[in-house]
């Protein structure tokens, strides 16, 4: 459990704050979104999570741009069958590559591209039942911390994002220009720490 919760949810944290960052215009609207609603608190709580709308759709977006579990957890066909004309022995290990079919042209618009209103009017969510869109995997090994996961992220984001403006060292005109590298493990971590300026924003 620490060890598939905890790396996972802040690395998600990281590259939501990155894409943020490189998208200022993004930025700009979800935070917007998101002190209309703490306003009233001087804070957001884990209630008010359930009414933003693009928040959600910034974390779906960072979850398929940036899937921090690529190959989610080895798994062992249980039984013979045949796929898209393969065929696939019982008892083999199986590696799912979800970062590549979250990243698939013929899946996807413009798939390298940190666009979170493409989850706009979308049935796609976390369950698994749509296979392009597998983030915590599908089926009974999928991941069973979703629901604990997603606020354990979006909490801390909606904070940040209430209570600060953010830019890079660079300043906000060459903000695109923020590293997007991924290290190479079991995580899709950062391959550079993000450096990030935290302004304190008073409502
Ligand atoms: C953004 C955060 C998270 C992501 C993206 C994520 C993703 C995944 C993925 C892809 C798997 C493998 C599923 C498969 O192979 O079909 C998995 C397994 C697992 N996850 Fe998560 N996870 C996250 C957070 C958490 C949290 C917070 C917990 C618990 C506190 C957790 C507990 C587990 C456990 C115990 C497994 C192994 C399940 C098994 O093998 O039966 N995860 N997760």
Same mark, same amino acid.
Not at 108 to 129: C, I, Q, T, V
């Given at each position: 459990?620490f060890?598939?919760?905890?790396?996972t949810?802040?690395?998600?944290?990281?590259?939501?704050?990155?894409? $943020?960052?490189? %998208?200022? *215009?993004?930025?700009?609207?979800?935070q917007?979104?998101?002190r209309? +609603?703490?306003k009233?608190?001087?804070?957001?709580?884990?209630?008010?999570?359930?009414?933003m %709308?693009?928040?959600?759709?910034?974390?779906?977006?960072?979850?398929r741009?940036?899937?921090?579990?690529?190959?989610l957890?080895?798994? *062992?066909?249980m039984?013979?069958?045949?796929?898209?004309?393969?065929?696939?022995?019982?008892?083999i290990?199986?590696?799912?590559?979800?970062?590549?079919?979250?990243?698939?042209? $013929? $899946?996807?618009?413009?798939?390298?591209?940190?666009?979170?209103?493409?989850f706009?009017n979308?049935?796609?969510?976390?369950?698994?039942?749509?296979? *392009?869109?597998?983030?915590?995997?599908? =089926?009974?090994? =999928?991941?069973?911390?979703?629901?604990?996961?997603?606020p354990?992220?979006?909490?801390?984001?909606?904070?940040l994002?209430?209570?600060?403006?953010?830019?890079?060292?660079?300043?906000?005109?060459?903000?695109?220009? $923020?590293?997007v590298?991924?290290g190479? =493990?079991?995580?899709?971590?950062?391959k550079?720490?993000?450096?990030? +300026?935290?302004?304190?924003?008073?409502?």
């Amino acid at each position: 459990m620490f060890l598939a919760g905890s790396d996972t949810t802040s690395t998600a944290l990281v590259w939501a704050m990155t894409e $943020l960052i490189r %998208h200022p *215009e993004i930025m700009k609207e979800v935070q917007m979104e998101i002190r209309e +609603i703490g306003k009233e608190n001087g804070c957001i709580k884990e209630d008010d999570l359930g009414k933003m %709308h693009l928040m959600k759709l910034v974390m779906k977006e960072t979850l398929r741009l940036h899937i921090p579990g690529p190959l989610l957890i080895p798994h *062992e066909t249980m039984q013979e069958t045949k796929l898209l004309g393969y065929d696939i022995p019982a008892k083999i290990r199986v590696l799912i590559n979800a970062w590549a079919i979250a990243r698939d042209p $013929l $899946l996807w618009e413009e798939p390298e591209e940190f666009r979170p209103k493409r989850f706009l009017n979308s049935s796609l969510d976390y369950k698994g039942n749509d296979f *392009e869109y597998i983030p915590f995997g599908a =089926g009974r090994r =999928g991941c069973p911390g979703i629901l604990f996961a997603i606020p354990t992220v979006e909490l801390p984001l909606a904070n940040l994002l209430y209570h600060f403006n953010w830019t890079t060292r660079s300043g906000a005109p060459r903000a695109r220009d $923020l590293d997007v590298t991924e290290g190479f =493990g079991i995580v899709t971590y950062k391959k550079y720490p993000l450096v990030a +300026i935290a302004t304190p924003h008073f409502s």
